[in-house]
């Protein structure tokens, strides 16, 4: 009689609940599968943030190469010019004590009494 009572009990518990089992296992199951998509998301996440920092790097590196270069043209362009705008002259001591410049030293000092030391 109490086996009878038992199966009562369980068999109303089951009709009243439904079969818990099947809805922990079908819950458990949806949690396992939403925290494995949240771990796949963040080392996603964390590749990607590699990535970009990689390219980071490798957009700054090309762009000091290329700044580097840009200098270094630019000085060229710029002796160029220096060259091309400076006269071929040079400086001498005159006789009287100064300091004079012109296309030669005799030419610096025609009106200076000369060259000093001559």
């Known amino acids: 009689m109490l ?5 009562s009990f369980v068999m109303a518990g ?3 609940f439904g079969i818990p089992t ?9 949690e396992q599968d939403a925290k494995k998509a949240g771990k796949e998301a963040k080392k996603a996440g964390k590749e990607a943030g590699a990535a970009t920092k990689d390219a980071a790097k490798a957009t700054g590196k090309t762009a000091k190469k290329g700044a580097k270069k840009t200098a270094e043209g ?3 362009a710029g002796d160029k010019v220096k060259d091309a705008v ?3 002259t040079t400086s001498a001591l005159c006789k009287d004590g100064t ?8 030419t610096a000092c025609h009106d200076h009494g000369g060259v000093a030391g001559r």
């Open 99 to 106: 300091t004079q410049t012109g296309k030669t030293k005799t």
């Open 74 to 76: 630019t000085k060229k």
């Open 86 to 88: 400076t006269l071929d």
């Open 22 to 30: 099947v809805n922990a296992v079908a819950q458990t199951t949806a």
């Open 14 to 16: 089951v009709l009243a």
């Open 3 to 7: 086996k009878k009572l038992l199966m």
